[in-house]
């Protein structure tokens, strides 16, 4: 979808050369020597929860920070009162470069593609064996938002108490995606390996399990969730906001992102997703015209393939996931 102007900020300046010479884009800033910094964990109605340190501090945009906005998962500077005392507040003066950017596309009510989780490491796609039926397109699709995204895709699959897994692992195990399989009350050492030491976004449509499987990895995750609405004054958790939550003993954090149904993929280059398949890469770096989108007949991989560099199977996967970008979001 086409960006509005309102969907811009900072990181989409370009500075025009001036006959003057350059001149600051903005008025000179603070410096906030004082500010310390916070990771913003949940975000409702223009109120951010950070942590800062190993207390929670709730606080609001400055005014400086003009259009920018602040996700889960940014790294932000604070001034003001980061006590983090019961109805104090604290101002978020700066949000740092991001590593990573997972965008959510526009649906039925918000007509923007928006930012949903900055700094994320890896993306679990949760899908259910069964009870609901795997969606092998929307797999793809989310596989394609997370290669744009620069995280690593993760396959969780649970409910294997109810079908077997090995025909979807055998559809996935092309692509070389991490997968692990669980079922109800099975034993989640395996994830918990998957997990560490990295921010990993969970998403899922409604049923697959999801909530089942962040509260048996975050025991105090009911307790979190609370907390949030404690602060913001919502009955339960916003649908729509994605809320962090540390695993224990500080081995990684996940992102759960309830009501999350879909990802614009829209903005997706082609490049964004071959970078994630290296083989291929190489061959379309050499082979391709510029601007291939690997789905026409001049695409170069064909002989790539042909000449022994890559499998059949990988490039297959490849042009599905390119594919996938087409049509309505699932
Ligand atoms: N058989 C079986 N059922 C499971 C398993 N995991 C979860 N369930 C059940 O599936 C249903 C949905 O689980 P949830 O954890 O609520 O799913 P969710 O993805 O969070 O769904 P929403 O809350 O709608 O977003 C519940 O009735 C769970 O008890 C599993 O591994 N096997």
Not at 34 to 49: C, I, L, M, Q, W
Not at 298 to 311: I, P, Q, R, T
Request: hydrophobic share 40%; charged share 30%; net charge negative.
């Amino acid at each position: 979808m086409a960006r509005r102007a309102r969907d811009y900020d900072e990181d989409d300046v370009r500075v025009r050369p001036s006959r003057r010479g350059s001149r600051p884009r903005t008025r000179i800033r603070p410096a906030h020597e004082d500010a310390v910094e916070g990771f913003v964990v949940a975000v409702d109605r223009g109120r951010y929860r950070c942590l800062v340190e190993d207390r929670t501090v709730t606080a609001m945009r400055a005014r400086e920070l003009g259009r920018k906005g602040v996700v889960v998962g940014d790294r932000v500077a604070l001034v003001g009162d980061v006590s983090g005392r019961p109805d104090t507040l604290a101002r978020i003066v700066r949000v740092e470069p991001r590593g990573s950017t997972l965008r959510r596309t526009a649906d039925d009510t918000d007509p923007f593609e928006r930012i949903i989780v900055a700094n994320a490491d890896q993306l679990a796609i949760v899908t259910a064996l069964a009870d609901p039926e795997p969606r092998p397109r929307l797999i793809d699709r989310q596989l394609v938002a997370a290669y744009d995204a620069g995280m690593h895709p993760l396959l969780v699959l649970t409910k294997a108490d109810l079908a077997d897994p090995d025909a979807l692992l055998a559809e996935y195990a092309s692509l070389g995606v991490p997968a692990f399989v669980t079922q109800r009350g099975g034993d989640l050492a395996g994830l918990r390996d998957l997990l560490r030491g990295q921010i990993t976004v969970l998403v899922g449509h409604s049923g697959v399990g999801k909530s089942t499987l962040v509260n048996a990895l975050v025991p105090d995750a009911e307790r979190a969730v609370s907390h949030v609405n404690a602060v913001t004054g919502r009955g339960r958790h916003t649908s729509s906001s994605a809320l962090a939550l540390e695993l224990p003993d500080g081995e990684g954090w996940i992102i759960d992102t309830p009501g999350v149904r879909s990802f614009g993929l829209a903005h997706v280059r082609p490049e964004n997703v071959i970078n994630a398949f290296e083989d291929l890469a190489e061959g379309a770096a050499e082979r391709c015209p510029p601007h291939c989108d690997h789905l026409q007949s001049e695409c170069g991989l064909d002989s790539w393939v042909a000449d022994g560099h890559a499998s059949q199977g990988r490039l297959d996967s490849l042009r599905r996931l390119l594919r996938s970008r087409e049509g309505e979001a699932d």
